[in-house]
């Protein structure tokens, strides 16, 4: 008992006598000077700017383009057109012709650009059925609320694809034209292999059945489209039957959605086999021939296409370029202030307790 009561003292907490708990570990501590911390400014300062102009010139041998078609040219008649939700269904085709001054070398990329219009809204984002779109049967005819009021056509028929990111796809198509001294000919682009690999072999298929002779359209009978397309989903691309129903890569291309309310989507690459486009696209006049029906004046928005050369730092974005050189100016400026302060009041601050 009482050997029990001096166990219970203040010595019975102490922690044990060794190096962790009693903090005897060995530690090392820097000394900040000036010696150690400006060269250290200067280094970062050297290694932001190099960075910076390095990326920068990068940038700069990328070549991008952007032509503004919403209402320019023969396009305005379209544009007006498209006022009226009336019109949908009739077709309308404009011509927009520019001049690139440079060759654009190597792969060129033609993209399709939106203004003003919002992907990222989280109502807008929601209204899928991504079950739907990964080809499972019974969300084919019985699609998920998120939908809602997308989710059934006049006629009480499911929607496929349903929702109103698939029900906003952007519907306008291209034909690039060259114009050289001899002759005006097609500039060919590749119009598959567009997409994500995950996108296209993994998040989205078409429903299977187990009756393999049946068509695309007997596979999606007994739903609708939905209410702003021309086409049904098994009928997206007819030139190319494997092309259509969910794995169409148009539809797998919008539905990812943009995080800024204005963005490009990649919409063809150049075919470089064929002459004169294998070094890239030669300067010259261009025309684009489009078949004009997506519209934007209810979002007040704006449409444009975009060629573009790529290097292996992307697109032509001058942001981290121009994020790094502001970075190591401002350490550079920070490096130079310290030294004066450093210089005036030297090393012990004696300056300082006058």
């Known amino acids: 008992m009482g050997k029990a009561k001096a166990n219970a003292g203040p010595l019975a907490r102490r922690p044990d006598n060794s190096a962790f708990k009693q903090q005897r570990l060995p530690a090392w501590s820097p000394m900040l000077t000036a010696q150690t911390v400006l060269p250290f400014f200067y280094g970062m300062a050297t290694v932001c700017v190099l960075?910076?102009?390095?990326?920068?010139?990068?940038?700069?041998?990328?070549?991008?383009?952007k032509v503004d078609y919403t209402h320019a040219g023969s396009c305005d008649k379209c544009f007006e057109m498209r006022k009226d939700r009336a019109n949908a269904n009739q077709s309308c085709n404009c011509t927009v012709v520019f001049n690139i001054e440079n060759t654009f070398k190597g792969d060129v990329f033609f993209y399709y650009g939106l203004i003003n219009f919002h992907q990222n809204l989280r109502q807008y984002m929601d209204s899928r059925d991504d079950g739907q779109?990964?080809?499972?049967?019974?969300?084919?005819?019985?699609?998920?609320?998120?939908?809602?009021?997308?989710?059934?056509?006049?006629?009480?028929?499911?929607?496929?694809?349903?929702?109103?990111?698939?029900?906003?796809?952007?519907?306008?198509?291209?034909?690039?034209?060259?114009?050289?001294?001899?002759?005006?000919r097609v500039v060919p682009l590749f119009r598959k292999g567009i997409t994500w690999y995950t996108d296209k072999n993994v998040k989205f298929r078409n429903p299977q059945v187990e009756n393999k002779t049946l068509t695309l359209a007997q596979v999606f009978e007994g739903t609708g489209q939905p209410l702003y397309w021309q086409k049904p989903v098994y009928d997206l691309d007819?030139?190319?039957?494997?092309?259509?129903?969910?794995?169409?890569?148009?539809?797998?291309?919008?539905m990812r959605e943009a995080a800024f309310p204005n963005f490009k989507k990649l919409y063809g690459v150049l075919n470089r086999a064929i002459e004169p486009f294998t070094e890239g696209l030669p300067a010259g006049n261009y025309s684009v021939l489009i078949s004009y029906n997506f519209p934007v004046e209810y979002f007040q928005g704006r449409?444009?296409?975009?060629?573009?050369?790529?290097?292996?730092f992307g697109g032509q974005n001058n942001f981290l370029p121009i994020a790094y050189l502001v970075t190591g100016c401002l350490i550079l400026l920070l490096a130079v202030i310290l030294t004066a302060v450093w210089w005036k009041f030297g090393k012990t601050g004696r300056n300082m307790e006058e």
């Open 303 to 312: 449409k444009e296409v975009v060629l573009s050369t790529v290097s292996w």
């Open 238 to 254: 007819p030139r190319d039957k494997n092309n259509n129903g969910f794995i169409n890569e148009d539809l797998i291309v919008w």
């Open 51 to 65: 960075l910076g102009v390095w990326l920068l010139v990068t940038v700069q041998n990328t070549h991008e383009l």
């Open 133 to 184: 779109m990964i080809g499972r049967n019974k969300n084919l005819k019985n699609p998920s609320s998120y939908c809602e009021p997308f989710i059934k056509d006049k006629n009480g028929l499911p929607i496929a694809p349903c929702g109103a990111v698939a029900n906003s796809m952007f519907n306008d198509s291209f034909t690039l034209v060259y114009h050289s001294a001899a002759s005006s």
